[in-house]
């Protein structure tokens, strides 16, 4: 619950500094996080775990719209995005270089003794203590590329 609390206090932050464009950013957050609380058959708080889905959501919906709004050449609403964006990758982790994902995916192939791309399914599950520290989508690509080498 943590995060709800740190979004608050920078909306207060962001309310008494005039910052916009952070505080529809910080109240996206925090409307998703609400939602999340109070959808049906939820009981308690949220995880650090779901915490982390939601802000991951947040930053690829963000991304998303900014790809869409570069191809359409919409520089205003491409600046917004991008700032929000930004808004929501300081609650996010330190995402992984490259080379750290590489050796992070490595271990995890050698911990489940993966050999082959038929192993992929099982190293796609044991990559979950990789989430919103990367991309699915990169995970998935370098877990393929690693068992096909």
Same mark, same amino acid.
């Given at each position: 619950? &943590? ?17 916009? %464009?952070?505080?529809?950013? *910080? ?6 996080? =609400? *939602?999340?609380?109070?959808?049906? #058959? ?12 939601? *802000?991951?959501?947040?930053?690829? /919906?963000?991304k ?5 709004? /570069? /191809?359409?050449?919409?520089?205003? =609403?491409?600046?917004?995005?991008l700032a929000? +964006? &930004?808004?929501? /990758? ?5 995402? +992984? ?6 050796? &992070? ?23 979950? &203590?990789?989430? #919103? ?9 370098? %877990?393929?590329?690693? *068992?096909?080498?």
């Amino acid at each position: 619950m &943590a995060l709800k609390q740190k979004i608050e206090g920078e909306i207060k932050s962001a309310m008494i500094a005039k910052d916009k %464009v952070r505080l529809i950013a *910080l109240r996206a957050i925090k409307s998703m996080i =609400l *939602l999340e609380e109070t959808k049906e #058959g939820f009981k308690g708080e949220i995880t650090e775990d779901e915490e982390m889905k939601l *802000l991951t959501k947040a930053a690829k /919906q963000r991304k998303d719209s900014a790809d869409i709004y /570069q /191809q359409q050449n919409r520089a205003d =609403l491409l600046e917004v995005e991008l700032a929000e +964006l &930004a808004v929501i /990758q300081e609650f996010l982790p330190k995402a +992984l270089t490259d080379e750290e994902l590489t050796a &992070a995916i490595q271990n995890i192939i050698a911990e489940v003794g993966a050999s082959g791309p038929k192993d992929m399914g099982k190293v796609m599950g044991a990559t979950k &203590a990789l989430a #919103g520290k990367a991309d699915g989508k990169a995970i998935a690509d370098k %877990v393929k590329a690693l *068992l096909n080498s």
